[in-house]
C-alpha cells in the first residue's frame, strides 16, 4: 500500500475523530434540549439547496394542501432560489443562517434527498429523517461504493476505511420497487423503515405542469420547445452524465458539434442538452437554432412530457423516462474507461438499459433516424425494466409518502435515535 494511500487513511480517521468529538459532545446535547416543533417538516434541497427533485416536488406537494396544522420550511443554500421563493411567499430559509440552525433543531421531521452532512444529521438527531433519494439506476451508491477503496487491495483495510465515513440512518427510506429495496438500497443506505412509493418528482410526468413545478425549471428553454413542437420538430433531450475521472462528450472529442447541428436540420429535431450541475457549460453548443442547452442547475422535469426520445450514457435519468414509455438511447463511446476510472456497475449494462447502444456518432444518428422512421424495437424490453424499477407507475408518490408522514410522524414525540433499529421492509400505505 502507497504512503499516499496511508497518509489520506490516518488524515480521514483524525478529521472522523474530530467530528464525532463534536457530534457527541455539542451538537447531540442541543439536539436534546431544543423543544420539537411536532408539526414541523423541514426540506433539505440537495447539491446546496437546489430546486429540483424529490425534495421540491414533496414539499410543493403539502404546500399546495394548505393545512392549517402543518408547518413547512424549504432550505437552500442558493440565493436565486431563495429570493424566488421569498418572492412566492414560500416558507424558505437561507442555511447555514442560526435562524436555520435554530429551525433545524425544531423540526420533528427532516426530508433529503442525497447525502446528508455530519453536522446537519447530528442537529436533527431527535428529529424523524426521511430520505428520498434522488435516482434508481445500476451505479453502486453511497455506503456501497467508495471511490476511494479501489487502490487498496487488502480485504481488511476496505472494511477499515469504510468505517471511517460517515453514513447517516434514515427512520424512512423512499424506494420506488422491491428489486430497487433490496438489490441497491438495502447495501447502501442505513435505514430502519422503506416505503416502495415511487418518486415524487415523477408525479409531474402525469399532469400538466402547475406553476409550482415550474419554480426551478427552465422556463425559457421550455417555452423554446414548445415553439419548436409546434413547427413540427421533434424533441430529444440527451442528458449525459458526469465523470469522476474528468471528460465529457465535448472535451473527448466524441461529438462533431457542425454535423450534428447539419443532422438535426436534416431531420427536423431539436436537441435539448441538460448537463449534469458539475459539469460547466458548454460554449460551442451556444447561439444554435436546432440544439439548446437546458440550465444544468435547473429542473428538468416539466420539460420530459414534450420529449420524443432520451439520449443518455450512464445517468439513472433514463429510469424516470420509462414512465413515458418513449425510447431511450445509450451513447456509451467510453463504456470501458468508466467502468474501469468512474463508477462500479451492478448490474449487466445491456440488460438494465433498454435501449441500442451507441459507440460513435455516426451509429447514435442512424439509430434516431429508426427511432423517428417508426422503427422502434426497444418497447418490450423497457417494459421488462419498468417493471422491476416501479410498483407504483400514476403519478400518486407524492400523496402516498405525505400520507405515511402525517399519519406516523406528525404530532408524535420524536426522539427517533432512540427508536429500535429493524431491518427494513415493505410498508403497505
Same mark, same amino acid.
Given at each position: 500500500?502507497?504512503?499516499?494511500?496511508?497518509?489520506?487513511?490516518?488524515?480521514?480517521?483524525?478529521?472522523?475523530?474530530?467530528?464525532?468529538?463534536?457530534?457527541?459532545?455539542?451538537?447531540?446535547?442541543?439536539?436534546?434540549?431544543?423543544?420539537?416543533?411536532?408539526?414541523?417538516v423541514v426540506f433539505i434541497g440537495q447539491n446546496g439547496g437546489n430546486l429540483t427533485g424529490n425534495v421540491k416536488y414533496l414539499f410543493f406537494h403539502i404546500y399546495k394542501l394548505r393545512q392549517e396544522n402543518v408547518e413547512l420550511c424549504f432550505?437552500?443554500?442558493?440565493?436565486?432560489?431563495?429570493?424566488?421563493?421569498?418572492?412566492?411567499?414560500?416558507?424558505?430559509?437561507?442555511?447555514?443562517?442560526?435562524?436555520?440552525?435554530?429551525?433545524?433543531?425544531?423540526?420533528?421531521?427532516?426530508?433529503?434527498?442525497?447525502?446528508?452532512?455530519?453536522?446537519?444529521?447530528?442537529?436533527?438527531?431527535?428529529?424523524?429523517?426521511?430520505?428520498?433519494?434522488?435516482?434508481?439506476?445500476?451505479?453502486?451508491?453511497?455506503?456501497?461504493?467508495?471511490?476511494?477503496?479501489?487502490?487498496? !487491495?487488502?480485504?481488511?483495510?476496505?472494511?477499515?476505511?469504510?468505517?471511517?465515513?460517515?453514513?447517516?440512518?434514515?427512520?424512512?427510506?423512499?424506494?420506488?420497487?422491491?428489486?430497487?429495496?433490496?438489490?441497491?438500497?438495502?447495501?447502501?443506505? =442505513?435505514?430502519?423503515?422503506?416505503?416502495?412509493?415511487?418518486?415524487?418528482?415523477?408525479?409531474?410526468?402525469? =399532469?400538466?405542469?402547475?406553476?409550482?413545478?415550474?419554480?426551478?425549471?427552465?422556463?425559457?428553454?421550455?417555452?423554446?420547445?414548445?415553439?419548436?413542437?409546434?413547427?413540427?420538430?421533434?424533441?430529444?433531450?440527451?442528458?449525459?452524465?458526469?465523470?469522476?475521472?474528468?471528460?465529457?462528450?465535448?472535451?473527448?472529442?466524441?461529438?462533431?458539434?457542425?454535423?450534428m447541428v447539419a443532422f438535426t436540420k436534416q431531420y427536423k429535431l431539436a436537441i435539448i442538452f441538460k448537463f449534469h450541475p458539475s459539469n460547466r457549460g458548454n460554449k460551442q453548443l451556444e447561439g444554435m437554432d436546432t440544439i439548446i442547452q437546458?440550465? =444544468?442547475?435547473?429542473?428538468?422535469?416539466?420539460?420530459?412530457?414534450?420529449?420524443?426520445?432520451?439520449?443518455?450514457?450512464?445517468?439513472?435519468?433514463?429510469?424516470?423516462?420509462?414512465?413515458?414509455?418513449?425510447?431511450?438511447?445509450?451513447?456509451?463511446?467510453?463504456?470501458?474507461?468508466?467502468?474501469?476510472?468512474?463508477?462500479?456497475?451492478?448490474?449487466?449494462?445491456?440488460?438494465?438499459?433498454?435501449?441500442?447502444?451507441?459507440?460513435?456518432?455516426?451509429?447514435?444518428?442512424?439509430?434516431?433516424?429508426?427511432?423517428?422512421?417508426?422503427?422502434?424495437?426497444?418497447?418490450?424490453?423497457?417494459?421488462?425494466?419498468?417493471?422491476?424499477?416501479?410498483?407504483?407507475?400514476?403519478?400518486?408518490?407524492?400523496? =402516498?409518502?405525505?400520507?405515511?408522514?402525517?399519519?406516523?410522524?406528525?404530532?408524535?414525540?420524536?426522539?427517533?435515535?432512540?427508536?429500535?433499529?429493524? !431491518?427494513?421492509?415493505?410498508?403497505?400505505?
Amino acid at each position: 500500500m502507497s504512503g499516499k494511500i496511508v497518509r489520506k487513511i490516518i488524515s480521514r480517521l483524525l478529521r472522523r475523530l474530530l467530528a464525532i468529538i463534536i457530534s457527541w459532545c455539542i451538537c447531540v446535547p442541543i439536539a436534546y434540549i431544543i423543544p420539537k416543533k411536532k408539526n414541523l417538516v423541514v426540506f433539505i434541497g440537495q447539491n446546496g439547496g437546489n430546486l429540483t427533485g424529490n425534495v421540491k416536488y414533496l414539499f410543493f406537494h403539502i404546500y399546495k394542501l394548505r393545512q392549517e396544522n402543518v408547518e413547512l420550511c424549504f432550505f437552500t443554500g442558493k440565493k436565486e432560489v431563495y429570493e424566488e421563493l421569498k418572492q412566492n411567499n414560500i416558507p424558505v430559509l437561507f442555511h447555514t443562517s442560526i435562524w436555520s440552525l435554530f429551525k433545524l433543531l425544531q423540526a420533528n421531521v427532516v426530508v433529503v434527498d442525497s447525502n446528508m452532512s455530519q453536522g446537519k444529521y447530528y442537529l436533527a438527531f431527535c428529529s424523524y429523517i426521511v430520505q428520498l433519494w434522488h435516482g434508481i439506476g445500476f451505479k453502486r451508491i453511497a455506503e456501497d461504493n467508495i471511490n476511494e477503496i479501489k487502490a487498496i !487491495k487488502s480485504m481488511m483495510l476496505k472494511k477499515f476505511y469504510k468505517k471511517l465515513h460517515f453514513y447517516p440512518r434514515h427512520d424512512l427510506l423512499v424506494s420506488t420497487s422491491p428489486f430497487y429495496t433490496e438489490n441497491v438500497f438495502a447495501p447502501a443506505l =442505513r435505514h430502519r423503515q422503506v416505503l416502495e412509493a415511487g418518486y415524487p418528482r415523477n408525479d409531474v410526468m402525469f =399532469r400538466e405542469p402547475d406553476e409550482f413545478d415550474m419554480l426551478g425549471a427552465d422556463a425559457t428553454c421550455i417555452a423554446r420547445v414548445e415553439q419548436l413542437r409546434d413547427k413540427g420538430y421533434k424533441i430529444i433531450v440527451w442528458a449525459p452524465t458526469f465523470r469522476d475521472s474528468g471528460g465529457g462528450l465535448l472535451e473527448d472529442n466524441a461529438l462533431d458539434v457542425e454535423k450534428m447541428v447539419a443532422f438535426t436540420k436534416q431531420y427536423k429535431l431539436a436537441i435539448i442538452f441538460k448537463f449534469h450541475p458539475s459539469n460547466r457549460g458548454n460554449k460551442q453548443l451556444e447561439g444554435m437554432d436546432t440544439i439548446i442547452q437546458y440550465d =444544468r442547475h435547473k429542473d428538468i422535469y416539466p420539460l420530459f412530457r414534450l420529449a420524443d426520445m432520451m439520449i443518455t450514457d450512464y445517468s439513472s435519468i433514463y429510469m424516470d423516462y420509462l414512465l413515458l414509455n418513449k425510447p431511450v438511447l445509450f451513447f456509451a463511446y467510453d463504456y470501458q474507461k468508466y467502468v474501469e476510472r468512474d463508477r462500479d456497475i451492478q448490474f449487466d449494462y445491456n440488460w438494465i438499459t433498454p435501449g441500442h447502444k451507441c459507440y460513435t456518432q455516426d451509429e447514435l444518428h442512424a439509430e434516431i433516424v429508426q427511432i423517428i422512421n417508426g422503427n422502434d424495437r426497444y418497447k418490450e424490453h423497457r417494459n421488462e425494466i419498468l417493471e422491476i424499477a416501479f410498483k407504483h407507475k400514476d403519478g400518486q408518490a407524492s400523496e =402516498r409518502v405525505w400520507s405515511f408522514i402525517a399519519n406516523n410522524y406528525l404530532g408524535n414525540e420524536s426522539m427517533a435515535r432512540n427508536a429500535t433499529n429493524s !431491518k427494513y421492509h415493505d410498508i403497505k400505505s
